[in-house]
């Protein structure tokens, strides 16, 4: 079977699970929305690269920044969601799909707080993201140890690279993992975790909504790591060419209702603590 129509058939299959999960779990209604949401979630459809907003009453976090000239569309969609600053940047790590944006997201916007790794990196995207942070002042805290803060009653946890160094070409598990619990509902947030990473975040413990790590391609002990945190839905930030058919054959086999942004556009998740609720774009 064609690799793309083998994907749109697997989602079609995996979303329409959605419907009968739960409370605790995600539901899916075109349009429909969870009453009293504490939280919104909204993927961006960046192609290949992450951009991911959370957002509460009263404080936003963003994780990741997409490529460079995705800076504009998450500047246009903080704005059209009335979003005035960013409590936290947290850049999982400096690939140009993950940082590429975030220079002009900074410039353009207070950015109250920025996380990142603690490696370093030559690159044009770094180049200007240093220099953002230089000529606005904005503190950037390179993490060592995990960090903890809680707003509007979401409680955040950081999770800082154990190591620093894991190898010539494996720059993507120094990727900072972010779980965000709201009410009885855990989201989990992986950057481009590989196998040393997911090994190092195995026991973190089980969420609802996963943002299935670097970007849906193949990783060894993806299986085991879903067992352990046995997500209800999950998330791919992706672009047709790097979805990997065997990924989704996983998830649908563990019975995850899954969504991919290069399918469904930008994804929303609503969560009122007690249920997540998916909308898409298409």
């Known amino acids: 079977m064609d690799h793309r129509k083998f994907i749109r058939r697997a989602i079609s299959a995996l979303t329409a699970a959605a419907v009968f999960l739960p409370c605790g779990g995600c539901q899916k209604g075109e349009g429909d929305t969870v009453s009293d949401t504490l939280l919104t979630v909204t993927f961006l459809d960046v192609g290949k690269a992450d951009a991911i907003i959370l957002h509460s009453d009263n404080s936003t976090v963003l994780i990741d920044c997409g490529e460079k000239g995705d800076g504009k569309d998450i500047l246009a969609r903080l704005e059209e969601q009335d979003i005035t600053a960013v409590d936290y940047m947290i850049i999982t790590h400096f690939d140009k799909d993950h940082v590429g944006g975030a220079a002009k997201v900074i410039n353009n916007i207070e950015v109250r707080n920025v996380l990142t790794p603690d490696y370093e990196k030559e690159s044009e995207e770094m180049d200007k993201f240093l220099?953002?942070?230089?000529?606005?002042?904005?503190?950037?805290?390179?993490?060592?140890?995990?960090?903890?803060?809680?707003?509007?009653?979401?409680?955040?946890?950081?999770?800082?690279?154990?190591?620093?160094?894991?190898?010539?070409?494996?720059?993507?598990?120094?990727?900072?993992?972010?779980?965000?619990?709201?009410?009885?509902?855990?989201?989990?947030?992986?950057?481009?975790?590989?196998?040393?990473?997911?090994?190092?975040?195995?026991?973190?413990?089980?969420?609802?909504?996963?943002?299935?790590?670097?970007?849906?391609?193949?990783?060894?002990?993806?299986?085991?790591?879903?067992?352990?945190?046995?997500?209800?839905?999950?998330?791919?930030?992706?672009?047709?060419?790097?979805?990997?058919?065997?990924?989704?054959?996983?998830?649908?086999?563990?019975?995850?209702a899954s969504y991919a942004t290069c399918y469904n556009g930008t994804i929303t998740a609503e969560c009122d603590g007690k249920n997540i609720s998916i909308t898409k774009e298409k």
């Open 131 to 256: 220099n953002a942070l230089n000529n606005t002042g904005t503190p950037q805290q390179k993490l060592t140890e995990d960090i903890s803060f809680t707003l509007d009653n979401i409680s955040y946890t950081v999770y800082a690279p154990l190591l620093t160094d894991y190898g010539k070409n494996d720059e993507n598990d120094f990727s900072l993992v972010t779980k965000a619990v709201c009410g009885e509902n855990t989201l989990l947030f992986t950057g481009d975790a590989m196998e040393q990473r997911l090994a190092e975040i195995m026991d973190i413990g089980e969420c609802t909504l996963l943002k299935v790590p670097y970007h849906g391609r193949k990783i060894d002990n993806h299986s085991e790591f879903l067992d352990a945190v046995k997500p209800k839905c999950a998330v791919v930030c992706t672009s047709v060419e790097d979805i990997a058919s065997s990924v989704w054959e996983l998830l649908s086999s563990k019975g995850i």
